[in-house]
Structures are given as C-alpha cells and as structure tokens.
C-alpha cells in the first residue's frame, strides 16, 4: 500500500481526456543496503505496464524491471526511509519516461451497424402440445455475427444497433416467439424445459429460388421437477421459409414463419416424449 500511494502521489490526480496507464507487479525489494559508504534505500519493481478502462489494449504495453538506489544522510531508520522514498521518486521518473515513449493506442475500427428488427412475437395458432414448455438459456451461437440478419418488431418501428450489440437481442427474440407459440402454462400438465443455442437466424441465398430465411435451433429437452435433471432429448431444429417479397419486411415475416415451423417441430417432438414415470413407494412393513 505504501509503495502504489507514494508512487501515485508522484504522478498526481488523473486529468480527464488523457489515455490512462496502468501499473502493476511485485515489490522485488523494498529494503536497506548498508556498504562502506554508508546506509542507502534500495528498491526494486517488477511491473508491468497496461491500458486502462474501455480503450485498453489487448497486450500489455510494457514489461520492465524498475530499480533505484538512494543513499541515506545518516545510519538511522528515519534516514533510511528517506532514501527510500527518493528511491520510489527516481523510479516514478523512469516510469513517467517510458510511458511518455509509448505510442498512441490506434483507433478502433468503428464496427458496422446493422438493422434490428423484432420478429412478430404473436401467436401463429398452430402449435398444439399437451405439454407445458419453458424456454430458457437459448443463446447465440457465437457464429452469428454477420451483418445482414434481419430481426423486426413491428412494420413502424426500426432501431439502430451496433453490430456486437443483434445477437443478445436474438437471445430474448426467439425465446419469445417460441413462448407465444405454445402459450400459456396450464395447470395439471407436466411441464417440459427447453434450452440450448441459436445456430442459425438469418437471410440466405436459396439457388434460383432466390433469398430465403433460415432457422437453425440446437436444442435440448429436459422434463421438469425429474430427479437428475436428464436430457431426454437432443436435436437440431432447422426451417428454412422462401422470402416472398423485397425488403426488411418480406425477410422478416419469413423470418418469423421459420420460426414457427421450428416451434411444430419442437410440439410434435413433446407430444411423443413417453411420460416419466415415477417410482412407486415402497409399502410400508405392517405394525406388530
């Protein structure tokens, strides 16, 4: 604590608008040195020297060993420490060097901004399950970054996102959608809980048929309040629906019909899940 509040008194309070240095590493020696010419401070740094905050760069900037040595007025402890701050003095000036010797972090790429849109989040109508279903933790793949995937909310509304911003709203778009297609939770029903990854949400080329819209969902299906939690069913759900039409909006709406096909698929898998069974108790000894 000592050392980083001495070093940082040196280098004063930060100033807003200037790139911010970090440095970190060990104390290697921190100690007294005592020769013919008498008693010194003696310190050493192993550190290292990285970015700060959200402009930090990926590697660190720099790796040194600080060293400095001050001698001391007199043989006594409070001359010691003395030298020893002059010690940490000298090597906040060395520091100061060579952070003034690094170059300027390069600009960061602006990445490209897509369009994103919600799917149509209603009911189709056409899923019939005797079963519960809860959709839960299905993520994107982190293969889904291209920049020509269509998402829409409404025929009105369009927001602008960045490009690293679409898939986490992937991740509450098609879990919804799939909701609104099975509906309400009823009760009396076992209920089954799905999860897994988006692997495939997007507009492709589909030979001379032109552009069609693909949905590829690995999923996983597991019955709810089961003892072991077991998957009782792994699959890899895909739909692919011809875009009929120019424009965000034909995309999207077959988009949004890829998406119930998947959820047809899904219902009729669960409707030919045999139930779990549970254990009959085993009956109690008679009282003697």
């Known amino acids: 604590n000592l050392v980083a509040e001495k070093l940082e008194s040196e280098f004063g309070a930060p100033e807003t608008g200037r790139e911010t240095v970090q440095l970190t590493g060990s104390i290697v020696a921190f100690e007294r040195l005592d020769s013919a010419q008498g008693a010194a401070g003696h310190v050493k740094l192993d550190a290292t020297l990285e970015g700060d905050g959200e402009g930090a760069r990926e590697r660190p900037l720099l790796w040194k060993m600080y060293e ?14 003395v030298a020893l701050s002059r010690a940490l003095e000298e090597i906040a000036v060395s520091v100061a060097a060579d952070a ?17 849109y919600t799917i149509d989040t209603t009911s189709s109508g056409k899923v019939q399950c005797k079963h519960n279903v809860a959709f839960e933790r299905i993520q994107p793949n982190d293969s889904l970054t291209r920049a020509d995937i269509l998402i829409v909310r409404d025929e009105t509304s369009v927001d602008r996102y960045r490009h690293d911003r679409w898939a986490s709203g992937l991740a509450e778009l098609v879990p919804e959608k799939l909701t609104a297609e099975f509906g309400h939770p009823q009760e009396g029903r076992k209920t089954v809980i799905v999860s897994g990854a988006i692997t495939g949400f997007e507009q492709v080329e589909n030979g001379s ?32 629906v011809p875009i009929d039409g120019e424009g965000a909006h034909a995309a999207v709406k077959a988009l949004s019909r890829a998406t119930e096909e998947v959820a047809l698929k899904i219902a009729d898998d669960i409707n030919a899940l045999p139930e779990p069974t549970v254990p009959e108790a085993q009956e109690a000894p008679a009282a003697k």
């Not at 400095?68 to 420490?81: D, G, I, Y």
């Not at 996983?220 to 069913?233: S, Y």
């Open 68 to 81: 400095a040595t001050a001698p001391a007025e007199n043989n006594s402890a409070a001359a010691v420490a």
């Open 209 to 240: 048929a032109g552009r069609a819209a693909l949905v590829k969902l690995n999923l996983v299906l597991r019955w709810a309040d089961v003892a072991g939690d077991a998957p009782v069913l792994r699959k890899l759900y895909e739909a692919t």
């Open 100 to 116: 003034e010797r690094i170059p300027p972090a390069p600009a960061k790429a602006e990445a490209p901004e897509v369009h994103l």
